[in-house]
């Protein structure tokens, strides 16, 4: 026999329920091979979630065709018969929360049976529980034949819980009728969905809606708020004005020109200052003739056009000149 390494769908949500996306892509790979067993006449009889095995490809496999132990009919009245507790019962039990209505009526299992335990595994992988509760076998199977599933979680897309719902309808005609419907079904939600790539559209829409609907809160309560404080608030009181009989001329009718400004005296140009004192006169290099205003740090050479401090003027032969002083 082929050996699948991988973990099975009963490990995986120990952890918790899975996410939309991978729920939908399990579920259709489930569905697919059942419709390819329900081709060949073969009813799997044992659906549940420690039967799916996923590969660490994320490829479902589901096990276990024809060693699942069939429950005889004296076994499976005795069961629903019974006020004992789930783990008195052992291996039933785990058997017992996938049965469809009809099964537990005494009717043979059929594909129609086989989609209602597909259908309790994809309400186990949005949610993280079975659809149905009971504390015996006699509660649970009461539960199963006659009680509503329970809600699914708000987050889970309307869409997704449309399909769930018709797999745990009572009557198998309301089912779907082969695997491959429901697994077209599901690859059509997965579309509107957005391929399972983050949430769903109809999530996302949501988002937006209750974002919009809490802006709209917060600024309407801004609005009355401000309200409040202007009523809140004393009022100022208003000047009165005594109104008196005026000998004025009458107002013109158009606004007297007002007169041309004068144009602005521009300020006066700044005269160049030197860092140096005034006082210092102006040094003259012995050897070229070219004037130099000392008292600061910077000194012009005009041969080369590179600045000097006083130290090099006075090594490159510059001496204070008496008849011109700095300007």
């Given at each position: 026999m082929e050996y699948v390494e991988g973990w099975t769908l009963a490990e995986l949500l120990e952890a918790g329920p899975l996410p939309v996306a991978?729920?939908?892509d399990y579920v259709a790979q489930t569905a697919a091979a059942l419709?390819?067993?329900?081709?060949?006449g073969i009813i799997h009889r044992d659906l549940k979630?420690?039967?799916?095995?996923?590969?660490a490809e994320n490829q479902a496999?589901?096990?276990?065709?024809g060693l699942a132990r069939k429950l005889d009919t004296n076994q499976l009245e005795a069961a629903t018969q019974s006020r004992r507790s789930l783990d008195a019962i052992g291996g039933l039990a785990g058997t017992l929360a996938y049965m469809a209505p009809e099964v537990l009526h005494g009717k043979p299992a059929s594909a129609s049976s086989d989609l209602w335990s597909l259908g309790a595994l994809f309400y186990q992988m949005l949610s993280g529980s079975l659809p149905f509760k009971g504390e015996t076998p006699f509660e649970l199977s009461l539960a199963i034949m006659v009680e509503a599933p329970l809600p699914l979680p708000p987050e889970v897309p309307h869409t997704v819980c449309t399909i769930v719902d018709r797999c745990l309808e009572k009557e198998p005609e309301r089912r779907y009728r082969t695997g491959d419907e429901l697994a077209q079904r599901l690859e059509a939600a997965r579309?509107?969905?957005?391929?399972g790539a983050g949430p769903?559209?109809?999530?996302?829409?949501?988002r937006v809606l209750v974002a919009g609907a809490v802006l709209m809160a917060v600024v309407a309560a801004a609005v009355v708020w401000r309200r409040y404080e202007r009523k809140a608030a004393p009022a100022s009181p208003l000047p009165i004005t005594v109104l008196q009989p005026s000998t004025a001329q009458p107002a013109q009718k158009f606004p007297a020109v007002p007169p041309a400004a004068a144009p602005a005296t521009p300020p006066p140009k700044p005269t160049r200052q030197y860092p140096g004192k005034p006082e210092i006169l102006v040094w003259v290099n012995t050897k070229t003739g070219i004037y130099h205003c000392p008292g600061s740090r910077w000194?012009?050479?005009?041969?080369?056009?590179?600045?000097?401090v006083q130290r090099q003027a006075q090594q490159r032969g510059y001496r204070p000149a008496?008849?011109?002083?700095?300007e």
């Open positions: 991978k729920a939908l419709a390819h067993a329900h081709c060949g979630a420690s039967n799916v095995v996923i590969t496999k589901l096990l276990d065709f579309a509107e969905l957005g391929g769903s559209t109809l999530l996302r829409r949501s000194y012009k050479n005009t041969a080369d056009g590179s600045l000097m008496a008849s011109k002083p700095c």
